[in-house]
């Protein structure tokens, strides 16, 4: 049964507001070393993506986008022991995204974008994250233009608008 717009859209905008509230309780109590694959599984639920490492191992990705501005990573070791939780979306990490890097390189490093937009009149597509911010009345997004033709980074930049534009 497919439920109304208005009561989708209520469930989401609860979500979206109930999320950051769950996150502030259950990632402290993720301790690298000690909690356990099915421990964080418990507390954050199935992760967006699975990600696997080189190694074997594997990293669950918990983004927050588009309403919210994290998005995290918890790394397991060879025991499905969490061995990193880590919050992606940091000044820190934005500024090591560079030309040349993949789609697929991007999303390992930043998650799910909020939004991905094809511009074939520039011959790129364009996937956007929103970030955390320096002035409340203001959105800052981040956005990474790749190229159609080879799939690589042309160039990646800020951009903030004012909230509720």
């Not at 502030?24 to 690298?32: F, G, R, S, T």
């Not at 233009?145 to 160039?155: I, N």
Request: glycine share 10%; net charge negative.
């Amino acid at each position: 049964m497919k439920l109304p717009g208005w009561i989708a859209t209520v469930f989401s905008a609860l979500a979206a507001t109930l999320l950051p509230a769950c996150d502030a309780v259950n990632l402290p109590e993720i301790k690298p070393g000690i909690t356990t694959l099915a421990e964080v599984r418990s507390r954050m639920g199935e992760p967006g993506f699975i990600h696997r490492n080189d190694d074997g191992t594997a990293t669950w990705e918990y983004s927050r986008q588009p309403a919210g501005i994290h998005c995290y990573m918890i790394s397991f070791d060879g025991r499905d022991i969490v061995s990193e939780l880590e919050q992606v979306l940091t000044p820190e990490n934005l500024a090591r995204v560079a030309p040349g890097m993949t789609q697929q390189e991007l999303r390992r490093r930043l998650g799910q974008p909020a939004r991905r937009e094809v511009f074939s009149n520039l011959g790129e597509e364009v996937w956007e994250w929103h970030i955390a911010g320096d002035i409340p009345t203001e959105e800052t997004y981040f956005s990474a233009h790749f190229d159609l033709g080879d799939g690589t980074l042309r160039k990646a930049g800020q951009r903030i608008e004012p909230k509720g534009r």
